[in-house]
């Protein structure tokens, strides 16, 4: 074996640098967060706006399913929706993407739609009848 003194006096291009063998390697990977799809964001927004236009007054619970796919089919894939129901025979349907929502909410004074789009902003109509 040889000595720290014997070492010394190699050159230094004798040996190449090896790292400890029982040391773990460490690789660094920089996770960048996910950039939202503006193409996406604009689909859902279009969507808002095609229920908006149509101006759907269905007051009956049976056919929620019936609206929940129609729009739902024209949405992007990662979009979620629920069907609730409440007291009163009121009910909603909610859609959701990322940070905008649509609903469609059938109550005891009326249906309303409220729309949450990809610049936050909040939309909202409203058609009055007592149910």
């Not at 720290?4 to 773990?24: L, M």
Request: charged share 25%; net charge negative.
């Amino acid at each position: 074996m040889l000595t720290t003194q014997q070492i010394s006096k190699f050159k230094p291009s004798t040996f190449k640098a090896v790292k400890d063998a029982t040391q773990p390697k460490i690789h660094t990977t920089k996770i960048e967060p996910m950039a939202f799809n503006d193409e996406e964001q604009l689909l859902f927004d279009d969507v808002a706006k095609l229920l908006f236009e149509q101006q759907l007054q269905c007051t009956q619970l049976a056919q929620a399913e019936q609206i929940q796919q129609q729009f739902l089919s024209k949405m992007p894939a990662k979009t979620d929706s629920q069907i609730g129901e409440f007291d009163l025979d009121e009910w909603c349907i909610y859609w959701n993407y990322r940070h905008q929502s649509l609903e469609y909410y059938v109550g005891k004074y009326g249906i309303f739609y409220t729309h949450v789009d990809h610049h936050g902003v909040e939309h909202k109509v409203e058609f009055k009848t007592i149910i």
